[in-house]
């Protein structure tokens, strides 16, 4: 009989259980705000003088600081501490063919700045240096020095391919498909960055602050000028094999044109039955037409008969969409985004789960966007704060 190998599993090492506990303490500091010792003891099991101990560590290394005191308690007040705002600073951008919008958040999340610049007519050999121009302006409009970001992320409508690098799906970008797109975004920008699809993004936004939270399984159908979908599933973002998991544009559905060839042009599928220019011709059709989708949304509202009609029929687009999905995916969760269903407001939302459950064996939940602002710059946003506080939070 041969003796055994096998080792018994190693205790955490001191200086790995004090990177564990300062971690959780910092993340206790940003989900509750201002904590005292006691507290912060109370909330992650430690002693008070262990307590004290990660504070003391915390403070030396420039991420809390003190920001006064408890008051009207029985005792002597105890001193309050928080995250430190200058630990790290970041920014989030959302890219679409018209313009870029940028955000710059210290690390506790606080948008300190935004800058917004047109894109129409710039070539695309200068899309590079015209990103770095703006989040140098959105830098500059928060007070902040040139070097000051630690992390930028990018949301745009296409799925960077995880093994070339190569932005597919984006034929309305150009200049956007170089395969050393990041590193040469990061070397403009002088901080790393990071790429993600749009809709991906504002599901991160939903799942943060908005419709899904608490949900771990979940679709968010995106409907605007693009129609694109974004699935999480056990709490994270499916992207498939080559980034485009998702891409429910192209998507072929009874009664709309066949996408022979996806990759040449830009609209069919499921696209042609619920994208703005889709549903500016079926209000057409119901005698509401107006130059924006939102707007014939918006006469739909205020028309009844007619508007019924047609709004009934959009959710009906809507849902022989959304079922073909939830089928594969079976979430707990269905948001709606995008200009068309936000225009459509509760009513809408309310007939597409009616059409949605009456067709789909599959019946889950459907919730409108709960965001105010631009989903995608929120989630942008998100993304850069995760990356920073990982790489601050875990080094110091």
């Known amino acids: 009989m041969t003796k055994s190998t096998a080792k018994a599993p190693l205790a955490g090492t001191p200086s790995l259980l004090r990177a564990i506990n300062d971690r959780a303490a910092l993340e206790l500091l940003l989900e509750n705000g201002p904590l005292s010792r006691t507290q912060i003891g109370t909330l992650t099991g430690l002693s008070k003088p262990t307590a004290s101990q990660l504070l003391a560590r915390l403070e030396a290394a420039g991420l809390v600081l003190p920001v006064g005191t408890t008051a009207g308690g029985p005792g002597p007040n105890a001193r309050l501490y928080q995250v430190n705002p200058a630990a790290g600073y970041v920014a989030g951008l959302d890219v679409t063919n018209s313009g870029i919008e940028v955000a710059v958040a210290d690390i506790t999340g606080t948008t300190l700045a935004g800058h917004t610049v047109p894109t129409k007519g710039v070539p695309a050999a200068a899309t590079v240096p015209t990103v770095a121009a703006a ?7 928060a007070g902040l020095p040139e070097g000051a970001l630690r992390t930028v992320a990018i949301g745009v409508g296409g799925a960077p391919d995880p093994v070339t690098g190569k932005l597919r799906y984006a034929s309305h970008l150009p200049g956007w498909h170089s395969p ?18 749009d809709v991906n993004l504002a599901a991160v936004a939903e799942r943060s602050s908005g419709a899904a939270a608490g949900f771990e399984d979940f679709v968010l159908l995106w409907a605007g000028a693009g129609v694109g979908a974004a699935i999480v599933i056990a709490g994270r973002l499916h992207r498939g094999f080559t980034g485009g998991a998702g891409e429910v544009g192209y998507m072929p559905l009874p009664d709309s ?14 696209q042609a039955l619920v994208g703005a220019p889709a549903v500016r011709s079926l209000a057409r059709e119901h005698g509401l037409g107006a130059a924006t989708a939102q707007e014939s949304i918006a006469r739909a509202l205020a028309t009844p008969g007619a508007g019924d009609a047609f709004l009934a029929e959009l ?28 225009a459509g407001g ?26 105010s602002g631009s989903p995608v710059l929120l ?4 993304r850069a704060l995760s990356d920073a506080r990982e790489a601050v939070f875990s080094t110091h």
Do not use: C, H, M, Y
Request: glycine share 8%.
């Open 379 to 382: 989630g942008a946003l998100q």
């Open 180 to 197: 050393r797109l990041v590193e040469e975004l990061t070397e403009a920008i002088g901080a790393p960055v990071s790429i993600e699809n």
């Open 346 to 371: 509760e009513r809408l939302r309310a007939l597409v789960e009616d059409e949605l459950a009456r067709i789909s064996i599959a019946r889950p939940e459907v919730r409108s966007t709960a965001l």
């Open 315 to 342: 959710a009906g687009r809507l849902a022989v969409g959304l079922a073909v999905i939830v089928a594969v995916v079976d979430p707990q969760l269905v948001v709606l985004s995008g200009v068309v269903p936000s």
């Open 135 to 141: 989040v140098a302006e959105a830098v500059r409009a």
């Open 257 to 270: 044109p066949v996408e022979w060839d996806a990759r040449r042009r830009k609209f069919g599928g499921f």
